[in-house]
């Protein structure tokens, strides 16, 4: 069965660096998707990409994140400068055009020291 | 905007026996989807089972069903002979029919069950 893969499983930061988060999704998959989910919490909607741009975006989603589909396989999202309260888990989603499922990855637990 | 509500934090069950997840979920529009994730102690988010709005035919998927009420904007998630792999939270998830549409979650149901 096809999968969504997101790498690496677990990253450490330190505050203020730079983290890129990266998705390989389905490979016929059109929309994309990140949600993250702090410890304890909600999963929670970031953003939404298709046909190379964003589609919607929430109010966590600040000018401290970006996304970007590199090399038309790639999903990437981007933490500009990381704070203590974006340790979290961050998956990232795929789905095909009208097609109501969606494939979750595996995730990637940020941790910011 | 769509809000999803999970009133039960907590639930327990004996391995065998049946259990209900409660689901209600509040949405202006007239045509959406509905799910059940579960998230098992690894974290990642398995779909359960799905539900479309204009359906009046309650999904099931093996020991999972739903009871989908949409007058009353309810659906809850009934899962029988319970068994011990089916500890983990569940979450209800809300999407409209727009194609690039985001899912909207609940706060989660922590199941556990006892031998």
């Known amino acids: 069965e096809p999968e969504v893969t997101q790498t690496p499983s677990h990253q450490v930061t330190q505050m203020g660096q730079e983290v890129i988060l990266r998705c390989v999704p389905i490979s016929n998959h059109l929309y994309f998707y990140w949600y993250r989910q702090i410890l304890g919490q909600k999963v929670e909607f970031l953003v939404s990409?298709?046909?190379?741009?964003?589609?919607?975006k929430s109010e966590i989603f600040d000018d401290q994140f970006s996304v970007e589909r590199p090399d038309g396989s790639n999903f990437t999202l981007k933490i500009r400068s990381t704070k203590l309260e974006d340790s979290a888990m961050y998956f990232c989603?795929?789905?095909?055009?009208?097609?109501?499922?969606?494939?979750f990855g595996s995730g990637t637990r940020l941790t910011v020291v | 905007a769509q809000t999803v509500t999970q009133s039960q934090p907590e639930m327990s069950v004996q391995e065998a026996e049946t259990v209900t997840l409660s689901c209600t979920y509040d949405?202006?529009?007239?045509?959406?989807?509905l799910f059940w994730y579960k998230q098992p102690p690894s974290r990642q988010m398995i779909l359960v089972i799905r539900q479309e709005a204009y359906k009046q035919q309650n999904a099931t998927e093996n020991r999972f069903s739903v009871n989908f009420q949409k007058a009353a904007k309810s659906f809850s998630l009934k899962i029988s002979d319970s068994q011990l792999g089916d500890a983990a939270m569940y979450f209800c998830?809300?999407?409209?029919?727009?194609?690039?549409?985001?899912?909207?979650f609940g706060t989660g149901t922590r199941l556990q069950v006892t031998l």
């Open positions: 949405t202006s529009e007239s045509d959406y989807y």
């Open positions: 989603a795929s789905s095909a055009q009208r097609n109501y499922g969606y494939t």
């Open positions: 990409f298709y046909n190379n741009e964003i589609s919607e």
């Open positions: 998830a809300y999407r409209y029919t727009g194609t690039a549409s985001k899912l909207t």
